[in-house]
């Protein structure tokens, strides 16, 4: 932390001030002054985070009537729920910024706004599951933990209680893989299938190579983000590596290995061909996952319409 005084930066140009702020660890609220690209980075990736929450709720949503026992679908009834849940705080974070929710969801309806890349992919057995809480929410929390400390206050605040969350996310689906490779040879193919499906996504979800990201450099300087997206990517890697042993599973790639010198495991290269054309539209699910989305807003008009005539009355 460096050392911050008012007196002597009330004179300085408000950027400069800022940047004081910033740099001694003193958080951004909604009143404050904040440089307009400040402002519009911080919508760009809050909206984009919440609209990964709720689009990501539609591949385990399409389990949960087929979940094995009561004691799943319990689980995975409370996961779904809690991800509308961060969708809601996160909306609300980013409302503070002076932008309406209208705004936002029509910027995911028409395909505007980015959302995970991770969630254009289908789920296509019960295995799944297991991997999306192991693997997705897994990347999930690597990127969301340093995001707590990030220099917004409301957006910081709101992955607090997200993160809390997400570690029994993160939990459940070790939990559901760890009992499918203890299982019959059957249920032990699932459990590998799944994670041969969903690793490298999970590994492409922490974006690009830093040298090929446009945003991480002005983001870290302002303390949005704390770690490059390639360092949190090597986390996820060494941690996956370690935490797959007690599955008795593989990772999918046979480059990966433990480099002594490095203090990390190596992995192989990433198919970035893949995760651009998934971010750009064109991956295995991105229609279905839009129209889902498009379809759940116009059926929810008359929720709507019913709320705004319900506090209408209450204020006569
Ligand atoms: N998918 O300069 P870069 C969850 C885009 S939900 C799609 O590195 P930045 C869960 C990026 O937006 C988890 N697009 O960007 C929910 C940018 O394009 P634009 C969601 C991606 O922002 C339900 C361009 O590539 N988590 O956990 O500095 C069930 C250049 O990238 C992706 C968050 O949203 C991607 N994977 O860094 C289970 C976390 N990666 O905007 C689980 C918050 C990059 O210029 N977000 N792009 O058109 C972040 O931490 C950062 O925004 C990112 C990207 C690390 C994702």
């Not at 505007?112 to 999930?140: C, E, M, Q, R």
């Not at 945003?215 to 983000?225: G, L, N, V, Y």
């Not at 839009?290 to 319900?310: C, F, H, N, Q, S």
Request: hydrophobic share 40%.
């Amino acid at each position: 932390m460096q050392p911050y005084s008012t007196t002597t930066t009330d004179t300085l140009d408000p950027e400069v001030h800022f940047q004081a702020k910033v740099d001694a660890e003193i958080r951004i609220e909604p009143k404050d002054w904040m440089p307009e690209a400040y402002r519009k980075t911080l919508i760009r990736q809050i909206s984009q985070h919440a609209h990964s929450e709720i689009v990501g709720m539609l591949p385990e949503g399409n389990w949960i009537t087929r979940a094995p026992s009561l004691r799943r679908k319990q689980i995975l009834l409370a996961k779904v729920q809690d991800e509308g849940g961060h969708g809601l705080y996160l909306y609300a974070a980013a409302e503070t910024l002076g932008v309406g929710r209208d705004q936002l969801l029509a910027d995911l309806h028409s395909g505007k706004a980015k959302y995970s890349s991770i969630f254009n992919y289908p789920t296509l057995n019960w295995a799944d599951i297991g991997a999306i809480g192991w693997l997705v929410d897994g990347a999930a929390i690597m990127n969301q933990i340093p995001l707590c400390r990030c220099s917004y206050g409301p957006y910081a605040r709101a992955m607090q209680r997200i993160c809390k969350e997400e570690s029994f996310h993160q939990r459940q689906g070790f939990e559901l893989l760890l009992s499918l490779s203890r299982g019959t040879e059957a249920q032990k193919a699932m459990a590998q299938d799944a994670i041969n499906r969903w690793y490298w996504p999970s590994v492409m979800m922490f974006g690009p190579s830093d040298n090929d990201s446009a945003h991480s450099a002005q983001s870290m300087k302002w303390k949005i983000k704390r770690f490059s997206n390639d360092e949190l990517r090597q986390r996820f890697v060494d941690m996956i590596a370690e935490q797959i042993k007690t599955l008795g599973l593989v990772v999918p790639d046979p480059e990966l290995k433990w480099n002594e010198a490095r203090g990390h495991y190596d992995f192989g290269p990433i198919n970035w061909d893949e995760f651009w054309n998934v971010v750009n539209g064109n991956g295995p699910c991105n229609r279905q996952r839009l129209r889902a989305r498009v379809d759940a807003y116009d059926k929810g008009a008359w929720v709507r319409e019913a709320a705004a005539a319900y506090a209408e009355k209450r204020k006569q």
